[in-house]
């Protein structure tokens, strides 16, 4: 483009910007009129349609030599205003579900949450939709740090490749499990310790997880700590090569047994006297007792110890000793003999991954930078500032007085571009600084 081209342009966008000014505001009087009814639902939806629909309108009407011109890069930023848009009112309907879930939350709590959703979930290379949904569900258990929480959900998503829905889970149920009132450091640890045994054995944290998810209050209540149980699940899944779900059901069928607690373990499988009577006369011919004498009393011993002896007697027979496989058969189950038999055969294995468990702080925070940074952590940050953006010029509550006139407006654009595609650059010029003057007009 030469300076006379410039020079041309720049002559005649300003008397049609300040024609689409003039329209602007004489929809600015027609808008403060609106009697506004919508719920918020319903709004979110308007949003969403009509600035959608209102992006492709000024698209189309641009002629096809003039994007010819502008080329990838405008189609790109009409995407990305596309995809804000909806973000922006996924963000909106989370936040609306936290106001009702968290009622002490006021107004300027509410937006700080939401203003700073953008730059937390950035750092992990996270949409922001995906941190306010863990603040919401946060929050929906019951705990007064669910924005610490949530970013803990977002470490576990970032470190494991996990998705929101599991790692929430996933941290729950190790709090509930091992009692640990929401404390995030001692669930980092946790979920530290749970990376590392990942990251030095070729596992899925999204597989341990999984497991920690299903068996984490079994372990618990069986008095087994959070890293033994991390590191006997996690043996047998490198073994087996099976996934958590199949591991943790295995893992709580092998419990009862140890504990000889009567109960159903999975798809409507019981665990019955029967069955734990033939578990403990196979154990004992193993010269493995399950029950001890403490202080004249007869009590269950501790299981780790029991399966820590079983392996030593288990791998010091011949493959073909009876006893081998009476123990297996006892374990009963689809995959439990498979499990109990990889965990028996492996015991070094066990004791390596309770070493790499307590070697594994600050793990996790490391992983989840390397995916921060990757090209699907650097697009949820654009991702992020383009939604950001967009909420700044258009807030909530300007959105929610104007969403009924939005197609007003988007019936006033589509006049301008209809006589103005011709000149293309005048159509964007026109409508950018109408847009802008309609905005500002409610700050």
């Not at 045994?197 to 070729?202: D, E, L, P, S, V």
């Not at 090569?241 to 798809?267: C, F, H, S, T």
């Not at 006893?323 to 070094?348: C, F, H, M, T, V």
């Not at 594994?360 to 383009?386: I, V």
Request: glycine share 8%; aromatic share 4%.
């Amino acid at each position: 483009m030469n300076n006379n081209e410039i020079k041309v342009q720049a002559a005649v966008e300003l008397p049609d910007a300040k024609k689409v000014d003039r329209q602007i505001r004489a929809l600015e009087k027609k808008i403060s009129k609106l009697n506004i009814s919508t719920n918020g639902q319903e709004i979110g939806n308007s949003i969403t349609r009509n600035i959608t629909d209102g992006v492709d309108k000024a698209a189309k009407a641009l002629p096809v030599r003039i994007l010819e011109r502008l080329g990838t890069p405008f189609t790109f930023l009409i995407s990305k205003v596309k995809h804000a848009v909806a973000e922006l009112k996924n963000v909106n309907s989370i936040m609306t579900e936290i106001s009702k879930t968290a009622d002490r939350l006021s107004k300027t709590d509410l937006s700080a949450i939401e203003r700073s959703s953008y730059q937390t979930a950035g750092k992990y290379g996270k949409k922001a939709s995906d941190y306010l949904t863990g603040v919401q569900k946060m929050y929906r258990a019951g705990y007064g740090n669910a924005e610490e929480l949530a970013e803990l959900s977002l470490l576990a998503q970032a470190a494991g490749g996990m998705d929101a829905d599991l790692a929430n889970d996933y941290l729950i149920a190790a709090d509930a499990a091992y009692k640990l009132k929401g404390n995030a450091e001692a669930l980092n640890a946790v979920l530290d310790g749970q990376n590392y045994i990942t990251n030095r054995n070729a596992l899925s944290l999204q597989d341990l997880a999984e497991a920690t998810k299903i068996a984490a209050l079994h372990s618990a209540d069986s008095g087994i700590a959070v890293d033994q149980a991390a590191a006997a699940m996690g043996t047998m899944m490198a073994v087996t090569r099976q996934g958590g779900d199949v591991a943790a059901k295995a893992w709580k069928g092998i419990l009862m047994n140890i504990r000889q607690a009567e109960g159903e373990v999975e798809d409507g499988e019981v665990i019955d006297a029967e069955a734990l009577s033939n578990y403990e006369k196979a154990c004992e011919a193993l010269e493995v007792s399950l029950k001890e004498v403490k202080n004249g009393v007869l009590s269950l011993r501790d299981p780790m110890k029991i399966l820590e002896e079983l392996s030593k007697a288990y791998t010091s027979l011949d493959d073909s000793d009876a006893r081998r496989a009476n123990l297996i058969s006892a374990a009963g189950g689809k995959y439990r003999g498979d499990q109990l038999n990889a965990l028996l055969e492996n015991w070094p294995l066990y004791e390596k991954m309770l070493k790499d468990y307590a070697e594994g702080s600050g793990s996790a925070m490391a992983e989840a930078m390397k995916s921060a940074d990757n090209w699907e952590g650097s697009m949820n940050r654009l991702g992020n500032t383009f939604t950001k953006v967009v909420n700044n010029i258009v807030n909530s509550d300007a959105v929610i007085a104007v969403a009924n006139g939005l197609n007003d407006l988007l019936s006033v654009i589509d006049k301008i571009t209809d006589k103005l595609g011709s000149l293309g650059t005048v159509g964007v010029g026109g409508i950018g600084i109408g847009i802008t003057q309609f905005v500002k007009s409610f700050d």
